[in-house]
């Protein structure tokens, strides 16, 4: 159904920059449009080291007149909402700045939560409250989409919250002073939409900074000429 949007928009020539930060591979978006630049494809999501679909590695960058124009970042087990967003922060934000689509579809997936029954990501509904937000200030059209997430409560709550978000009702102080979510892995939420800030071991947010830098540093050398970033 994604790639039938982007090709729609297509067809109708625009330029289309697809944004998945589901926890799984954007595999099917990928292939569709491996070739061509009328699409950048962007997926953030847990490595294929350890999550299916197992591919979707930083040297996958396109072919042809694609190359330059597909785009993974696979990240490691246990990564944070403060480096999942100096990440995008550092490789989507200048891509999309240079590409200059005229839309936006997104892949907002759940399952990269904290808690997520399948994939072993610990990110809070703020990461994705935070990244709807900036890229809603490029003020380009936005066609945003759910995606997998396998903690019902917790994949509720975030698609609610983005949901303010796109609509303009999310003012930072909103609705954060429930209790449970993310943060208890559990449904008893006492009101609220966004998760509290999680508190991760410092010894492992080494070992998670070190893993990133080295995707990030392939990605800078092999993807950001194509597209003059230097």
């Known amino acids: 159904d994604l790639v039938l949007a982007c090709l729609r928009f297509v067809e109708k020539d625009k330029r289309v920059l697809y944004l998945d930060i589901d926890a799984h591979h954007a595999d099917g978006v990928q292939d569709a449009f491996y070739s061509t630049d009328d699409v950048m494809v962007i997926s953030m999501h847990e490595s294929g080291k350890t999550l299916w679909p197992w591919t979707g590695f930083e040297n996958e960058i396109g072919d042809g007149a694609g190359k330059g124009f597909n785009v993974n970042i696979p990240l490691p087990i246990g990564i944070c909402d403060e480096a999942y967003l100096a990440v995008f922060n550092k490789i989507v934000i200048p891509l999309a700045k240079s590409y200059d689509p005229d839309i936006f579809v997104l892949q907002l997936g759940m399952d990269a939560l904290a808690g997520d029954l399948l994939?072993?990501?610990?990110?809070?509904?703020?990461?994705?409250?935070?990244?709807?937000?900036?890229?809603?200030?490029?003020?380009?059209?936005?066609?945003?989409?759910?995606?997998?997430?396998?903690?019902?409560?917790n994949t509720v709550r975030g698609w609610a919250l983005v949901w303010t978000v796109l609509c303009g009702l999310s003012h930072g102080n909103d609705l954060n002073l429930g209790m449970g979510g993310t943060m208890l892995q559990n449904s008893e939420w006492a009101?609220?939409?966004?998760?509290?800030?999680?508190?991760?071991?410092?010894?492992?947010?080494?070992?998670?900074?070190?893993?990133?830098?080295?995707?990030?540093q392939s990605l800078i050398q092999n993807v950001f000429p194509y597209h003059g970033i230097y």
Do not use: M, Q, W
């Open 191 to 216: 009101g609220g939409l966004r998760d509290r800030v999680l508190t991760t071991n410092a010894d492992h947010c080494k070992s998670v900074e070190a893993a990133i830098h080295e995707t990030v």
């Open 119 to 153: 994939a072993h990501l610990e990110l809070t509904n703020n990461v994705h409250a935070e990244i709807v937000e900036r890229i809603l200030g490029f003020n380009r059209p936005v066609l945003a989409t759910g995606g997998g997430g396998y903690h019902v409560e």
